[in-house]
């Protein structure tokens, strides 16, 4: 897509739930490994998610709520 409207090169700033900030970021890194262009990958996940150990796993903490309805 970013080929098609001519913007391969510049900067671009990925803003995504921080909890699949990661692998978001490592997939557009290799999908872009082999292009002689490629845009600067910016990551910015906007927060740090606040976790603890609950009755059924990890669980988001209160400071977190509101965030994720469910």
């Known amino acids: 897509m970013l080929k098609q409207h001519q913007r391969a090169t510049g900067r671009v700033l990925v803003v995504q739930d921080p909890t ?11 999908v872009c490994r082999d292009e002689p262009a490629s845009p600067h990958w910016i990551s910015h996940p906007g927060f740090t998610p606040a976790l603890h150990n609950g009755k059924e796993g990890v669980e988001f903490s209160e400071v977190n709520s ?4 469910r």
């Open 20 to 30: 699949m900030q990661r692998r978001t970021m490592a997939t557009f890194a290799r």
């Open 66 to 69: 509101g965030l994720w309805a």
